[in-house]
């Protein structure tokens, strides 16, 4: 792919796979934070240009947004701090009407952020929290969540898919479930963002939470609430120099295309799934159709982070540890977390075979 050259971090020699906690920034996007400060820098509500012009920004952003998450309306876009302060914030917000003993359902496969709203929620207001597990193949068990819904039930909050093995959820499954139960289908889009759209309208997610720096725009979060709400949910002055950025972050994935990035996403990770050497273990789905190209590994009598330093030491980052995923590692038997390496479009097939080599080095030479 030609994207490399965009991104002025990738000239380093480092193998950058620590996509999942964080991707690289193309130039367009530093040219438009920079842009923004240089030339519009101003708060919103006063007459003149610059102040107009920032108004521009953040009418113009949440246009993109809206087309980026799929939803129905701009209106229905809310911007904040990161994807944890979000979820916290309209979680307290949907809770607001609820009642001690209603239900809400949180799953194996989530990130703390979209666990913790509900854990303390329940908490505050007497809410009874219900999860539900993984199969043996990581693979989110349906039958458990329609067993487990009821009358009580009001939010079933789940991921897109999860961050540290990289296993995807049937969201259409999920949603057709919660409203079948008349509660909210509350996602977790941070790790799909980057590699697939989110069609939240025509998934019929009612919440989908995520964060900018996931897929190559600044730190930023943004939210999709069906129904609208914008402004509602927004608090005090905006980044508007992260919106500049967000803004040229979804110019560049349109420039490159979902069909595109899917296409490369989908032979990197194959290619790794083929060359795992011997000795490695491989946590969630080994099929590229129901996950992203984010891999979970283990070396039996290895920890993670020796791995992840051994590697490190070789010029390839890559993550280890439970990356907030602790429900996930706990399940299957991994308390210390997993070795995770992350492609993501911008990743090349030379350096999944240098991570394969450096793998294969690691477990003894096969
Ligand atoms: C799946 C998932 N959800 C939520 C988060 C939290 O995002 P933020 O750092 O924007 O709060 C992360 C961050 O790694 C994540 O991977």
Same mark, same amino acid.
């Given at each position: ?20 906690a ?5 130039q367009p996007?530093? &040219?438009a934070i920079? !842009? ?8 919103m509500g ?11 920004v ?7 947004a809206?087309r980026?998450?799929?939803a129905?309306?701009?209106e229905?876009?809310v ?22 003993g ?11 952020s979209?666990?913790?709203p ?12 219900r ?5 043996? &193949?990581t ?17 079933v ?15 259409a ?13 509350? =996602?977790d ?9 989110a ?19 600044p ?6 609430v069906?129904?609208? =709400? ?16 967000? +803004? ?8 490159v ?6 296409a490369?996403?989908?032979q ?5 799934? &083929?060359?795992?050497?011997? !000795? ?5 789905v080994?099929?590229m ?5 984010t ?19 070789? !010029? ?10 602790? +429900?996930?590692?706990?399940a299957? !038997?991994l308390? &210390?977390? =997993? ?7 911008y ?7 240098r ?12």
């Amino acid at each position: 792919m030609k994207v490399r050259a965009l991104f002025p971090a990738l000239a380093e020699a480092t193998v950058r796979l620590d996509g999942p906690a964080g991707s690289q920034t193309p130039q367009p996007v530093l &040219d438009a934070i920079t !842009g923004y400060l240089t030339t519009r820098n101003a708060n919103m509500g006063a007459v003149f240009s610059h102040s107009l012009a920032t108004a521009e920004v953040v009418a113009q952003t949440r246009t993109k947004a809206a087309r980026f998450l799929g939803a129905s309306s701009p209106e229905e876009v809310v911007f904040g701090l990161n994807a944890t302060s979000l979820n916290l914030t309209l979680s307290r917000w949907a809770t607001q009407a609820l009642r001690p003993g209603d239900e809400v359902i949180v799953t194996t496969l989530d990130h703390d952020s979209n666990i913790a709203p509900w854990t303390q929620a329940a908490e505050d207001l007497g809410l009874t929290v219900r999860t539900i597990g993984i199969g043996a &193949d990581t693979r989110l068990d349906l039958a458990a969540l329609a067993a487990a819904l009821s009358d009580r039930t009001r939010i079933v909050a789940f991921p897109y898919a999860n961050n540290g093995i990289g296993t995807a959820v049937d969201v259409a499954a999920v949603v057709e479930l919660a409203h079948r139960a008349g509660a909210l289908a509350w =996602a977790d889009l941070t790790h799909w963002a980057p590699h697939a759209p989110a069609q939240v309208a025509a998934l019929g997610v009612d919440v989908a939470i995520c964060s900018a720096y996931k897929f190559f725009g600044p730190h930023v979060g943004l939210a999709y609430v069906r129904g609208g =709400a914008a402004g509602r949910f927004e608090h005090g002055t905006l980044p508007f120099e992260s919106l500049a950025g967000l +803004s040229a972050a979804l110019d560049y994935l349109d420039s490159v295309g979902w069909a595109a990035i899917a296409a490369h996403e989908t032979q990197l990770g194959q290619r790794f799934l &083929d060359g795992i050497p011997e !000795g490695w273990r491989l946590h969630g789905v080994p099929a590229m159709s129901e996950r992203t190209a984010t891999f979970a590994l283990s070396l039996p009598g290895h920890h993670p982070v020796s791995l992840a330093k051994a590697l490190a030491a070789q !010029g390839i980052a890559a993550g280890a540890g439970r990356f907030h995923s602790g +429900s996930v590692f706990d399940a299957i !038997g991994l308390p &210390d977390g =997993a070795l995770r390496i992350g492609f993501l479009h911008y990743n090349t097939a030379d350096e999944v075979d240098r991570v394969i080599g450096a793998l294969k080095a690691l477990s003894g030479g096969k």
